[in-house]
T-cell receptor, first 114, second 112 residues
Framework: ETGVTQTPRHLVMGMTNKKSLKCEQH?????MYWYKQSAKKPLELMFV???????ENNSVPSRFSPECPNSSHLFLHLHTLQPEDSALYLC?????????????FGSGTQLSVL | LAKTTQPISMDSYEGQEVNITCSHN???????ITWYQQFPSQGPRFIIQ???TKVTNEVASLFIPADRKSSTLSLPRVSLSDTAVYYC?????????????FGKGTTLSVSS
């Protein structure tokens, strides 16, 4: 148990659906991250929020829309996805944003787009 | 951020010591070296972090030579449960607006 909880664990959606991934951390951290991990590829950083402000958007398509209402919660809203978006989506948190900060990851949401 | 190079894969047997070396020739003065472990279908887990010389915790040791252009993660007496992907990352301390970028990592396979 890392203190970072992601729901749902598995999600299957059609290309016209709208769904949301949720991440919650109980560690008192101020930075939260979304990473994408496609099969046999490195983790790709998608978004970073530091003290509720988005600080990084790694050229992510607009069909992925993040939301960070407070330091404990992070959402990833999905709409009109493509089959190539199928991947493991990982949420992480750290005390604050910084390359030395220790990241705590959730177990991820395995997304399949049909 | 400094780029890292690791072996793609390594094989070992239970009870052996495993050393995974990471090259980071362009490491900057303020960069720290961090290692993560990832099991299939799970998020990575922090293992160890260091700046120079040697760091040891209950899981592993990290050896960093004086020039800091490489580092070695040492796993003592591995077991089957140590089969995982191991990532080496470098990043600058206290650099605001920076997040760690993961490379391809080293897939360690431990056999009985």
């Amino acid at each position: 148990e890392t203190g970072v909880t992601q729901t749902p664990r598995h999600l299957v959606m059609g290309m016209t659906n709208k769904k949301s991934l949720k991440c919650e951390q109980h560690l008192g951290h101020n930075a939260m991250y979304w990473y994408k991990q496609s099969a046999k590829k490195p983790l790709e950083l998608m978004f970073v929020y530091n003290f509720k402000e988005q600080t990084e958007n790694n050229s992510v398509p607009s069909r992925f829309s993040p939301e960070c209402p407070n330091s404990s919660h992070l959402f990833l809203h999905l709409h009109t996805l493509q089959p190539e978006d199928s991947a493991l989506y990982l949420c992480a948190s750290s005390l604050q944003q910084g390359a030395r900060e220790k990241l705590f990851f959730g177990s991820g949401t395995q997304l399949s787009v049909l | 951020l400094a780029k890292t190079t690791q072996p793609i894969s390594m094989d070992s047997y239970e009870g052996q010591e495993v050393n995974i070396t990471c090259s980071h020739n362009n490491i900057a003065t303020n960069d720290y070296i961090t290692w993560y472990q990832q099991f299939p279908s799970q998020g990575p887990r922090f293992i160890i972090q260091g700046y120079k010389t040697k760091v040891t915790n209950e899981v592993a040791s990290l050896f960093i030579p004086a020039d800091r252009k490489s580092s070695t993660l040492s796993l003592p007496r591995v077991s089957l449960s140590d089969t995982a992907v191991y990532y080496c990352l470098v990043g600058e301390a206290n650099q605001a607006g920076t997040a760690l970028i993961f490379g391809k990592g080293t897939t360690l396979s431990v056999s009985s």
